[in-house]
């Protein structure tokens, strides 16, 4: 197993930067607790609702709005584990996930890529993944791989399954993936047990992790939740990465939006641990500001360093492991 060292120790004086101060992360915290219990967020599936509603919130059937109590809240976020692992074909190449350890992974998803042999400009296929992960096994300073590219020779319906398949084949690393449904979840999950060996070998290295986006401001729509439910009961890792844009989807302030953000990665976690409590969770930020003139998202910017470096400290602030997007 691969343990990088550990960044920000105490007793180490190693490199740490707090955007906030031990106040001013109160506040943020406390302000996402007042949204989640009088704004409420959007949930699309009635299967969550029914979970939402059996765990102690208020649900409004009409409007699809789940009011979650602060004690609910703080108590999801208790009840998640500290530390966990992802996991890849080789052991040597598993990882620890835990506030401190610091690990590399390439950005996904690619639509478009220039053909390394031709130089052409098109959409990628599937030997674009097998070649990207093959990079990515050959880079020392990459510890996992994401979804790099998304191949457009397969049907898109189980467009899923044949990324991980063709990843996975391709590295020892840990893999991520881009299910879209409980249904992508559950063959996964049989793909991954297959490869193990067998269903005991998998709980005791699940060859597999997944990741949501909540939809900003404040909605959990169908994949995001069918996602969270089926990871949470096959006890996979699950990353709950926001993606609010300040400026457009968010308040234009950083502190506005990390309050938002940090409200729907809040309600995401309430929601897998009412489905199963105790299993593991990432908190996860792409959050960044919207170029104003242009209405893009500003990626390799000055304030997705401050969202990023904020996100990793609310989220030591939680005891939880952070994956954070990257300059």
Known sequence: MKRNLHAGRPRSGGLSLNVFTDAEMDDIHLASLEILERTGVWVEADDA??????????????????????????????????????????????????????????????????D??????????????????????????????????????????????????????????????????????????EMATVISGSEDEFRRR?????????????????????VIIESSRAWCPDTILSMAMSGGSAPVTLAGTLVLH???????????????RGCPITYGSSTTAMDLKLAAACVGSPELALFSAACAQIARRYLLPSFVAGL
Not at 74 to 86: G, W
């Open 262 to 276: 940090n409200a729907e990665v809040l309600s995401g976690i309430v929601l897998s641990q009412l489905a199963e």
């Open 49 to 114: 609702l029914d979970i939402f509603s059996d765990g102690g919130c208020v649900v409004n059937r009409e409007t699809h709005i789940v009011r979650i109590p602060p004690y609910l809240a703080e108590e999801s976020l208790r009840s998640c584990p500290p530390k966990s692992f992802l996991c890849g074909r080789d052991p040597e190449m598993d990882i620890v996930l835990e506030a401190g350890r610091v690990y590399v992974s390439n950005f996904d998803e690619g639509i478009m890529i220039v």
């Open 206 to 226: 699940p060859l597999i992790g997944f990741g949501v986006c909540p939809v900003s401001p404040l909605k959990l729509p169908r994949d995001a939740t069918e």
């Open 116 to 189: 390394s042999h031709t130089g052409e400009y098109r959409h990628p296929v599937l030997q674009d993944v097998r070649e990207a992960a093959r990079l990515v096994d050959a880079l020392s300073d990459i510890d996992t791989y994401e979804s790099a590219v998304h191949p457009t020779d397969v049907p898109e319906e189980t467009a899923s399954l044949y990324k991980w398949e063709a990843a996975i084949q391709n590295t020892g690393k840990p893999v991520g993936t881009e299910a879209t449904s409980a249904y992508d979840v559950k063959k996964l999950i």
